[in-house]
DNA sequence: CCCGGAACCTGAAGGC
DNA sequence: TGCCTTCAGGTTCCGG
């Protein structure tokens, strides 16, 4: 499931592949991946547009082309960017760069959004701040986690809070913080705000350089799978000893998202 | 505004 | 063997 790290390796690792390249053709089998505008607009506007630059901001890959307009995508839970992969599944949409290369979605649950916007503010106000953003910093975590009440786990997973983190990463970063998914938001200490948000950059550090986590359906532009799993401590992990003190790791749902955690590090 | 739950989606996995 | 149910989780919507 594409979360920061995942994204950010798509980024990464796609954009010598794309920029300076021109979209000669856009092809839907599924035009509902494209949410706005309607997918014949989305197509003529597309077409004979050069990709300028390629970023990523919280979970979405943000295209910016030469005429002014940004092509959005969110890969949601199952979806994919393969560059020049033959024989993939479930595509949705695919654009033909240079009459030559080929950039195909592929997105197995459907679930994935294409848009083509003015302006990248439509999507970016919306969101919390980046966790690596200069300016995010623990204090400025700590005045965002203020007033809540929901449980820490279900806050991280808000996109208006922070932008990038999803339900594994969550997990690994409150077991790295030695806060349990269900402590109440409102009663965290400041060094316990500190931790987590210390454990933060450090867990989705360590994800990019594995090049993202395959536990699902996630690949790499280039159709290989990352790292990033063979290093989680709890996350997809049931049943299995805690790295810290061998406690079989449990899972309880928190938001109806399966969360796991250590009962013996991680105190209520 | 904040919270929790349901809905969206479909292949995989497990039960019988 | 095969049908059926449940599960996965990022986001959005809705009711309280």
Do not use: W
């Not at 592949?17 to 000669?24: L, P």
């Not at 970023?55 to 092509?71: P, T």
Request: aromatic fraction near 6%; charged fraction near 25%.
């Amino acid at each position: 499931m594409p979360e920061l790290p995942e994204v950010e390796t798509i980024k990464n690792e796609l954009a010598p592949c794309i920029i300076g390249k021109r979209i000669t053709d856009v092809v839907l089998p599924d035009s509902t991946a494209v949410k706005e505008p309607a997918s014949d607009v989305f197509i003529r506007k597309l077409k004979g547009t050069t990709i300028e630059t390629v970023r990523r901001r919280g979970k979405y890959l943000i295209l910016q082309l030469s005429n002014h307009k940004f092509l959005i995508i969110h890969l949601r839970m199952t979806g994919a960017l393969l560059f020049n992969c033959p024989g993939e599944r479930y595509v949705r949409a695919v654009f033909h760069l240079n009459g030559r290369d080929r950039l195909a979605f592929a997105d197995r649950r459907r679930l994935g959004v294409l848009r083509l916007i003015d302006s990248v503010g439509e999507i970016t106000d919306k969101l919390g701040p980046d966790p690596f953003a200069r300016d995010f910093t623990a204090a400025k975590f700590a005045e965002r986690l203020r007033g809540r009440k929901a449980p820490i786990k279900a806050v991280l997973l808000d996109q208006h809070v922070v932008a990038g983190v999803g339900n594994m990463y969550a997990d690994e970063i409150l077991f790295m913080a030695k806060i349990h998914p269900l402590r109440k938001t409102n009663t965290l200490t400041a060094n316990e705000i500190k931790a987590i948000h210390h454990a933060m950059l450090r867990v989705l550090r360590a994800a990019i350089a594995g090049k993202g986590a395959s536990v699902d359906t996630y690949k790499r532009p280039d159709g290989n799978q990352g790292t990033a799993h063979t290093e989680f401590a709890v996350a997809h992990r049931l049943g299995k000893p805690c790295p810290g003190c061998g406690t079989l790791i449990q899972r309880l749902p928190v938001r109806n998202r399966g969360s796991y955690y250590c009962s013996h590090c991680q105190k209520l």
